[in-house]
Nanobody, 125 residues
Framework: DVQLQAFGGGLVQAGGSLRLSCAAS????????IGWFRQAPGKERGGISC????????FYADSVKGRFTISNDNAKNTVYLQMNSLKPEDAAVYYC??????????????????WGQGTLVTVSS
């Protein structure tokens, strides 16, 4: 079975950095994608980044472009989300999700087959 474990959230001051990790297990090949989503209180969950693991292609939402970087370590089957220049509006529960193959509509949660538990990111102003 495919399992995802997200961790690395915490409390950070505005302007600071955090790195989230998503450890994936159960995939028999690298033909999958990992997306990062976030949900703030009272708001809908939205996609913020995606990595096509087999291609290395990356995608970012406009709200995080230039500040967040998605990357992976194939040896550890882990995808990272490096978050720099954090803003109070980045505070949310962050989730990683995995999709078979490479979803065109990477920002839609419905494109993903597996979800990890959320990790809370709090940004103080």
């Amino acid at each position: 079975d495919v399992q995802l474990q997200a961790f690395g959230g915490g409390l950070v001051q505005a302007g600071g950095s955090l790195r989230l990790s998503c450890a994936a297990s159960g995939f028999t090949s690298d033909s999958y994608s990992i997306g990062w989503f976030r949900q703030a209180p009272g708001k809908e969950r939205g996609g913020i980044s995606c990595l096509y693991v087999n291609h290395g292609t990356t995608f970012y939402a406009d709200s995080v472009k230039g500040r967040f970087t998605i990357s992976n370590d194939n040896a550890k089957n882990t995808v990272y989300l490096q978050m720099n220049s954090l803003k109070p509006e980045d505070a949310a529960v962050y989730y990683c999700a995995a999709a078979h193959d490479n979803p065109i509509l990477w920002f839609l949660g419905s494109e993903y087959n597996y979800w990890g538990q959320g990790t809370l990111v709090t940004v103080s102003s």
